[in-house]
Structure formats: structure tokens, C-alpha cells
């Protein structure tokens, strides 16, 4: 078998990974990456077409510092390669006053010095008609920073950026183990072994069974396309119905975007999942009762002129940690692993960022943020 060392090794190229390979590279640090599919593929959790992206994150306020450095790095690559990695047409959270939404975001964005407007009910009906006939206590907060991402595009920009400042990549290989020795790592595939002072573990789903010990909980997550009602009075563009994340009366939650070009309507549950899978196991099939019929209850009492009936669904993963919150950092300290997951469903809008962190962490730099809250180790106690 053979043997490929290098100083450091990312396991998993979704959106983290793929990331913290580009950010390494571009340091000069002799770095190789592995995933067991292809660059930007759809068998894991950065995937999807689209992705939400938010700058007043109501999940934390030190998530805003993440989303714009993703921000600056996307608009970096997208100005070399003349791509579009972020789209901001702004993010609308709604819902009651007292709701999550509305209350995490304003504390978010005052926490990190985002401006956004808060829309009386009325304002936010004048402006955003398609949110009419809801109840009269619902208001919005508009974050004009905020809008879409696209994974598998941004996905493979990363890769493509990584290769060319001297990354070696390794698509369709997977890791078996990952063995720690003195003075690093060995991480075993079935045709080679990759050794290095380090690795960078970003599997997504995988890293519960990669890094076992960690509370990380994967979750089969459909994702669904709609279309509007062939009598619909309102337009359900992005540049009409831009992306929100909106808390209904009854309390249940949904989250999405109007339809732009190549894609259609995208609208999803706020509820972090179906049921908890092994990723080598999850069920790729969609399930027109169990999957379908909740999601369409809520769409068509959250937005009558959507036809609830989904044009398009495909399977995808989340991975949760028990705060909902990311893990991010060195498990119980091991200078030779770093490791990003576990993010509850709110993760790709940050996968520059999180690269960057990532990279920072490993090569010794100070983090451009405070990371505490993202500490791995919080939950040992």
C-alpha cells in the first residue's frame, strides 16, 4: 500500500473542508485532501443547488463575524474565477415579536453591529404581499446582507483554488480510520495511507463515526422544490420573495426562497431533520406520506399561492449537536486533529469562514474570531 505524506490532511471536501484545503494551500502549507466521492457531490450535506445565507444569525451572535468572512472569501474567488458564490438579496426573518426568529435575530444583529429594518405587520405585507392573511401580530426583520449561496458551485471553486496553490486532492477515496501516532496521524483508505503532522477532519455525517465520542447526531433531511399555484395573484421570484426563515403562529417553522435561475421555489422544515440515519445507510428514497405530507401542511398554511404539492425532492443530511451549535476546534486538545460539524442545519453560509478557521487553528495563527462557543469540549463535562 502506498504512502503520501504531507505536513497536513483534510478528510471530508464538503463545504468545511474544501474550504480549510484552500485556506492551508494558500499559506503554502503542503496540505492533501480526501473525500470518498466526488468534488461537489450530492451523497452528503453541501449539496442542495441553493443555500441560505445569513449575516444576523439568530443561532449566535459571533456567527455574523463567520458569514462575512465567508462573504469577503467568496467575492474573492468569484472575482477570479467570474462566478457568483453569494447572491444578497437580502434574508427575512418573521414570525411573531416574542418568536425565535425575530427575537434572535434582532439580539444577533445588535450584538454584532448588523444593520437591518424591522417591518410592522403592515410593512412587511406592503412590502412582501405573499405573507398576507397571516396573523396580524406577525412582523419581519429584513437583513440586506443576507440571501443565497450555492454549495456544490462554491464547493468546487474551493477545490479548484486549493489544486492551483499546490493541494493534492484525492476524490473517491475513503477513509477507514483515522490512527493517531506519535507525532501525528495516520489515516487509512483501501489504497493508501496518508500520513501527516495533523488532520483537518470535515466529514459531515461521518465525523461521528470517524471521531467517535463526540455528541453528533445525523439526521435524514429531505429538501423540496415548489412552484406557484397556476392562479397565484404574487410573484414568487427571488427578487419578489427573497430568502427567509419564518415562525408561524402555531409555532411550527419554515425556511427558503423564491425561485431564480435554474431553480424553483425552495422551502423546507425548520425542525432539524427527519430521523437520525447512518450515513453509510441513508434511506436516498422520498416517501410522498412521511416525507411529503408534514412539509406540505406548513407550506400551504404558511403560503397559499405555493402549490404544496413539492415539483422536486432529493435526500440530504444534517448533522446535529446537542446546543444546535457548531463544533469547531481541537478535540480534548490533541494537537494533531482539528475538526468542524456539527451544524445543526445552519452551516453552509459560514463554509468559508469555518476553511478559514480551520486553517488558522492548525497552522498556530490567532482566529480572526471568537471561537469559544464553538469549543468541542463543552459538552464533556
Request: hydrophobic share 40%; net charge negative; aromatic share 8%.
Amino acid at each position: 500500500m502506498s504512502v503520501i505524506s504531507s505536513d497536513v490532511v483534510v478528510v471530508g471536501l464538503g463545504g468545511f473542508g474544501s474550504a480549510a484545503l484552500w485556506r492551508l494551500a494558500e499559506r503554502g502549507v503542503s496540505v492533501a485532501g480526501i473525500d470518498r466521492f466526488d468534488v461537489g457531490h450530492d451523497l452528503g450535506s453541501s449539496h442542495g443547488v441553493t443555500r441560505l445565507f445569513r449575516v444576523a444569525c439568530m443561532e449566535h451572535p459571533g456567527l455574523a463575524a463567520v458569514a462575512r468572512k465567508s462573504l469577503d472569501l467568496w467575492t474573492e474567488l468569484g472575482e477570479r474565477y467570474g462566478e457568483t458564490y453569494v447572491e444578497q438579496t437580502g434574508c427575512l426573518s418573521v414570525g411573531g415579536p416574542a418568536s425565535r426568529p425575530i427575537q434572535g435575530t434582532t439580539a444577533a444583529a445588535a450584538a454584532a453591529g448588523v444593520e437591518v429594518a424591522h417591518l410592522s405587520h403592515e410593512e412587511l405585507v406592503r412590502r412582501y404581499p405573499q405573507y398576507a392573511g397571516h396573523d396580524a401580530e406577525t412582523v419581519g426583520v429584513f437583513d440586506p446582507e443576507g440571501g443565497l449561496c450555492y454549495p456544490e458551485r462554491n464547493v468546487r471553486a474551493q477545490v479548484r483554488a486549493a489544486a492551483e496553490a499546490g493541494a493534492r486532492v484525492y476524490p473517491g477515496t475513503r477513509v477507514t480510520s483515522i490512527e493517531l501516532v506519535d507525532g501525528g496521524v495516520r489515516v487509512v483508505t483501501p489504497t493508501a495511507v496518508f500520513e501527516a503532522g495533523q488532520a483537518v477532519v470535515t466529514a459531515g455525517a461521518w465525523n461521528a463515526k470517524l471521531l467517535p465520542g463526540l455528541p453528533l447526531r445525523p439526521r435524514r433531511t429531505p429538501l423540496y422544490w415548489f412552484a406557484p399555484r397556476m392562479d397565484a395573484a404574487q410573484p414568487f421570484d427571488l427578487a419578489h420573495f427573497p430568502s427567509f426563515i419564518y415562525e408561524l403562529a402555531d409555532g411550527r417553522s419554515v425556511w427558503g426562497h423564491g425561485s431564480g435561475d435554474g431553480f424553483h421555489i425552495k422551502i423546507g422544515l425548520g425542525d432539524h431533520g427527519h430521523d437520525d440515519t447512518d450515513p453509510d445507510e441513508l434511506d436516498r428514497y422520498i416517501h410522498p406520506r412521511a416525507d411529503v405530507d408534514r412539509l406540505a401542511s406548513a407550506v400551504a398554511a404558511a403560503f397559499p399561492q405555493v402549490d404544496p404539492v413539492p415539483v422536486k425532492a432529493i435526500p440530504c443530511m444534517i448533522t446535529n449537536s446537542p446546543d444546535e451549535q457548531f463544533l469547531v476546534g481541537r478535540p480534548g486538545g490533541d494537537p494533531r486533529l482539528v475538526m468542524a460539524g456539527g451544524d445543526s442545519g445552519h452551516g453552509f453560509k459560514h463554509a468559508a469562514g469555518i476553511g478559514e478557521l480551520l486553517a488558522q487553528i492548525a497552522v498556530g495563527e490567532r482566529p480572526y474570531g471568537d471561537i469559544g462557543f464553538m469549543d468541542p469540549d463543552r459538552f464533556a463535562a
